[in-house]
């Protein structure tokens, strides 16, 4: 027989529906933290991909803001070359050695007996051999020690060791003229020689020539042109061409 702590007086159906109360009660209280969780994950993953953006926004204002850096140094580098390309037009159009000057020279500086017959003035483009990069002779002179033992490298392409070669113009005069003989000829080329504003005269020929029945020298001369010195106007006020300096060559 079933004790008093035992007994039941509830209905059956009463106790069913509590324990059903209590069952949705639990269900709805994890759907309630299940539920709050996503909320809560899908708020954080917002806020992460708003801060993302306002980052990716951030970035792609300063990229816009380099590219329109980049693009304003780029545009001044293409005005600064095409001043530089100017400036070298107008610097090669001025003439730092007058040719007024240089026919003075030349007349100047004949001897007596001797007289010229035409000048030729020329102007090319030469490279100019790039300098070697600092320290250069220093690990030459160290590879030249150790080629007993190893061969010195060769340095790899466009790692711009050195300079890039540089164009300058060089000048050339070849003056054609008449002397008595070979003695008149060398001193004008000794004369020619001694001037600063020529950097090198070479003698092309001297031939034997009739002129008005008389045995004379005919010489042609090459003389390049120095291309640091530059004639001032106190060189220019010096030196004044003689009238009558050229005579035709006769046939």
């Known amino acids: 027989m079933a004790t008093a702590s035992q007994l039941n ?23 309630g933290i299940v539920m709050a969780g996503l909320i809560l994950a ?35 580098q293409s005005r600064k070359e095409k001043m530089i390309r100017k400036a070298d037009v107008t610097a090669s159009l001025l003439e730092r050695r007058p040719r007024h000057f240089i026919v003075a020279l030349l007349t100047n500086a004949l001897p007596k007996g001797c007289s010229l017959l035409t000048i030729e003035l020329t102007t090319r483009e030469a490279k100019k051999a790039a300098k070697p990069p600092p320290g250069a002779a220093a690990a030459s002179d160290a590879a030249g020690s150790r080629t007993s033992r190893a061969a010195k490298p060769a340095a790899p392409a466009g790692t711009g060791g ?15 003229g008449m002397a008595p003989d070979d003695k008149v000829v060398s001193r004008f080329i000794a004369a020619m020689d001694n001037n600063p504003l020529f950097k090198r ?17 005919r010489f042609m001369l090459q003389i390049e042109l120095s291309d640091q010195a530059q004639v001032t106007d106190d060189m220019v006020q010096s030196q004044r061409l003689a009238p009558g300096a050229f005579e035709r060559d006769p046939k």
């Open 201 to 217: 005269v070479d003698l092309l020929f001297s031939e034997e020539h009739n002129y008005q029945q008389q045995s004379v020298r």
């Open 42 to 76: 899908f708020v954080v993953k917002e806020r992460r991909e708003a801060g993302a953006a306002q980052v990716r926004d951030s970035l792609n204002k300063r990229m816009e803001s380099a590219g329109q850096q980049l693009a304003q140094i780029e545009e001044m």
């Open 162 to 176: 050195a300079d890039a070669p540089e164009v300058q113009r060089v000048e050339t005069l070849r003056v054609t």
């Open 9 to 31: 007086f509830l209905p059956e159906d009463y106790l069913e529906k509590r324990r059903a109360q209590r069952t949705n009660l639990i269900c709805l209280t994890l759907f």
